[in-house]
């Protein structure tokens, strides 16, 4: 089963508009985290954000926010006044707790989504 | 500060042929990630080292691939006998600590191509 799904290949958003990029995943451990990377056409995977299973507060950063629900096992990426230079793939990653699935720290990544902002 | 970086960018070489590729980590961080991205997938974890061990290497496709970080720091991906379905970017990832909610932070990648 897959442990990350992104099930949006590519999204259009208009300059200035708000864009909410889905992310659901799979775990039984109690301790994990939830991370969101950019990666555009260069190539280097930029981090955005970090949610921790046990946050209370929805994480955010600067125009980043990531919309955690727990019950549901979601942690969409929300970006605010989208720009030109945000047309890139996103990347949702979780990590596991060392006693589940054998991570030691390693990212588990989706497919990624590629948004385009159209001016 | 530098951020990770990695050599050579690009790398072409021939079914058969061996390869190293290098990652060089921020100062300070002492766990280092590789990991290989596919076209139009996400990465996927190879290996992990805290140190100069490496703490998990369940990722490795088979034994043409090793890694080593003799001194905790610049660390080196060795492939044997290169095959065409090899050829993908490798990613380096460095963070400070090995605890969970640590940042990990990527270098460019090296882009392999075997012909």
């Known amino acids: 089963a897959q442990k990350i799904t992104q099930t949006q290949p590519g999204m259009f958003v208009q300059e200035k508009e708000a864009v909410t990029l889905d992310c659901t995943y799979d775990t039984s451990d109690p301790s994990y985290g939830l991370f969101w990377y950019k990666q555009p056409s260069s190539g280097e995977m930029i981090f955005l954000i970090y949610q921790g299973s046990y946050d209370q507060q929805n994480a955010t950063e600067g125009r980043y926010s990531l919309n955690f629900q727990k019950a549901r096992k979601s942690a969409n990426l929300v970006i605010s006044a989208s720009q030109l230079g945000d047309s890139a793939m996103y990347f949702c990653?979780?990590?596991?707790?060392?006693?589940?699935?054998?991570?030691?720290?390693?990212?588990?990544f989706g497919k990624g989504t590629k948004l385009s902002v159209k001016p | 500060g530098a951020g990770v970086s990695q050599t050579p960018s690009n790398k072409v070489t021939e079914k058969g042929k061996y390869v190293e590729l290098r990652c060089d980590p921020i100062?300070?961080?002492?766990?280092l990630y590789w990991y290989r991205q596919s076209l139009g997938q996400g990465p996927e974890f190879l290996i992990y080292?805290?140190?100069?061990?490496?703490?998990?290497d369940s990722g490795l496709p088979n034994d043409r691939f090793f890694a080593v970080r003799p001194e905790g720091s610049v660390s080196t991906l060795k492939i044997q006998r290169t095959e065409r379905g090899d050829s993908a970017v490798y990613l380096c990832?460095?963070?400070?600590?090995?605890?969970?909610?640590?940042?990990?932070?990527f270098g460019p990648g090296t882009r392999l191509t075997v012909l």
């Open positions: 100062s300070g961080h002492t766990a």
């Open positions: 080292f805290q140190g100069t061990g490496a703490a998990d």
């Open positions: 990832a460095s963070s400070l600590t090995f605890v969970d909610s640590d940042t990990q932070y």
């Open positions: 990653a979780m990590r596991e707790g060392r006693n589940y699935g054998g991570s030691q720290g390693n990212l588990i």
